[in-house]
């Protein structure tokens, strides 16, 4: 059962939209490594998607490994696993 | 790597190869959302496909 | 060396288990040209190159394709999910249950199993990149 919330379904949707933008900036800089305007785009996204999996990890669960660290129990191990509809984002007809 | 003119150089590539134009960065979709559901963010690798042959 | 990031690359939903489906879907998975070959194949294919930019795009891209397969598996999962023995008979999904019940398996829609011989890896990098068009630029 999906039992996300709205707003966490949003924030995972952004993540992935971001994140995919990163990677289609990586694929262009390893051939391109010199261009100059990829490589501000790829910046200034990198930036806002640390920030946005470090905010999502402290609310909701960690993402990385590495988000996990300032708990007192593993949460890395009690996340749901991305197969799961809990870690999928409802994308059409909005969010519960 | 060298970034070769794939137009101005064309005639003096060697025959018998298969060579692909370099990829020259312009713009990138302005909605990223609509990027992330088409499956690229730049506007010159949108090709849908459409059974055969790529439009556009 | 890999980090690991617990979501998919693009969410997915099914609303309705569908077996017969799922056996089509499931060649994206372990099928010749499928994720897992897709990854394998650049992953093994980027020691030959000299050039370090392409051994770099080969490991970006070969790493996408790990994403790519952790997706149709997802779908393959949940396509498959509470079945009832009813429809995993009526939709010819017993031939591979009786193997493997629910869980993912590598292979073909026509059954074949996952083999390595559906990828090359030459040693040299155009020869192995003519080998990537045919397995992963149909469309073009």
Redesign the interface.
């Known amino acids: 059962m999906n039992n996300t919330s709205c707003e966490q379904n949003r924030m995972l949707m952004d993540i992935g939209i971001i994140d995919f933008t990163l990677v289609e900036l990586t694929l262009y800089l390893d051939t391109h490594p010199h261009d100059k305007q990829a490589m501000e785009y790829f910046n200034h996204y990198a930036r806002i998607k640390h920030q946005m999996v470090k905010d999502f990890s402290a609310r909701y669960y960690p993402l990385t490994k590495d988000a996990s660290t300032e708990t007192r129990e593993w949460k890395w191990a009690l996340a749901p696993m991305p197969w799961e509809n809990a870690a999928n984002p409802v994308m059409e007809g909005g969010c519960k | 790597m060298q970034d070769y003119n794939f137009d101005e150089h064309f005639d003096r590539f060697p025959v018998a190869m298969a060579y692909v134009p370099w990829q020259h960065l312009s713009q990138i979709y302005e909605n990223l959302e609509t990027a992330y559901r088409t499956g690229t963010i730049f506007p010159e690798l949108d090709k849908p496909f459409v059974g055969r042959r790529v439009v556009r | 060396m890999w980090?690991?990031?617990?979501?998919?690359?693009?969410?997915?939903?099914i609303k309705e288990p569908n077996a017969k489906l799922a056996q089509v879907i499931m060649s994206q998975y372990g099928g010749p040209d499928g994720e897992l070959a897709a990854s394998q194949r650049y992953l093994s294919q980027r020691y030959a190159t000299p050039?370090r930019?392409?051994a770099?795009?080969l490991t970006?891209?070969g790493t996408?394709e790990l994403a790519h397969m952790?997706m149709v598996?997802?779908i393959v999962?949940?396509l498959t999910k509470d079945l009832s023995m009813e429809e995993i008979e009526a939709s010819g999904f017993d031939k591979y249950y009786v193997d493997h019940t629910v869980g993912l398996w590598p292979q073909a829609a026509g059954g074949v199993p996952f083999n390595a011989c559906v990828f090359q890896s030459k040693g040299d990098v155009i020869t192995d990149l003519?080998e990537d068009m045919a397995a992963d630029v149909i469309?073009?």
Do not use: M, T
């Open positions: 980090s690991y990031e617990k979501r998919l690359q693009f969410p997915v939903n050039y930019e392409v770099g795009i970006d891209i996408e952790e598996s997802a999962y949940q003519f469309p073009l």
